[in-house]
């Protein structure tokens, strides 16, 4: 069993729809949740940073940790075409000395 | 501009042949990464640097090489004991060794020829 599991998608939605996107994981370690955000072809880029439970709105987009479930989400209001991409998510324990853990990824294709 | 170079975009390896895809970044961070990404994998991590002239093993180093000279360079050789070396390669860079934001490139495609 993978540490961090995320649904591989693909996940089609209308333009302006609302997004759910999810990871689960194992680790009850894990304190620092992260979602990025890969185009086709590019590198990632940190979209939402959040630590320990709670949530975080910035702009359209809202993270969700609930720790006792060990379940993150990122949700997307009036989802664009433009924000079509592929979604990692990424979560770290609160040992210096350790690094990332890694989400397969969610393809998302909005269409207009 | 501030960020992470790498080059080549797209590189092709023949068989028993060494290859090394360069990363550049000129955020002074002093902590830099080296990913693997494979379709469905997420990104797994082969070697990563904490300060200059110091690196260790991520959870898939066998098969690859790296070198830390100069604070702004990471350079990973992709050896011939590498057996599956297709992939996408990701380079990253943090501030301090473990923080939690990292800062990637644009990648580069190896394939096999």
């Known amino acids: 069993q993978k540490e961090v599991e995320q649904d591989p998608g693909p996940l089609s939605v209308p333009e302006g729809a609302i997004v759910s996107l999810n990871c689960t994981y194992s680790n009850s370690a894990f304190q620092y949740f992260m979602w990025y955000r890969q185009y086709s072809r590019k590198g990632p880029e940190l979209l939402m940073y959040t630590y320990s439970s709670g949530n975080k709105e910035d702009g359209r987009f809202t993270a969700q940790v609930d720790k006792s479930s060990k379940y993150i989400s990122l949700f997307i209001r009036d989802s664009q075409p433009s924000d079509s991409a592929t979604y990692l998510c990424a979560m770290k324990t609160g040992n210096a000395g350790n690094m990332l853990t890694f989400g397969g990824g969610t393809r998302l294709m909005v269409k207009p | 501009d501030g960020g992470i170079t790498q080059s080549p975009k797209y590189l092709f390896r023949k068989e028993g042949q060494n290859v090394t895809l360069s990363c550049e970044q000129n955020l002074n961070h002093d902590a830099m990464y080296w990913y693997r990404q494979d379709p469905g994998q997420g990104l797994r991590l082969i070697y990563y640097?904490?300060?200059?002239?110091?690196?260790q093993k991520g959870d898939i180093a066998e098969g690859y090489s790296v070198s830390r000279e100069k604070k702004e360079s990471f350079p990973l050789t992709v050896t011939s004991a590498q057996k599956n070396p297709t992939a996408f390669y990701l380079c990253?860079?943090?501030?301090?060794?473990?923080?939690?934001?990292?800062?990637f490139g644009a990648g580069t495609r190896l394939s096999v020829l």
């Open positions: 990253a860079s943090s501030m301090a060794p473990g923080t939690n934001i990292q800062y």
């Open positions: 640097s904490q300060i200059v002239n110091d690196f």
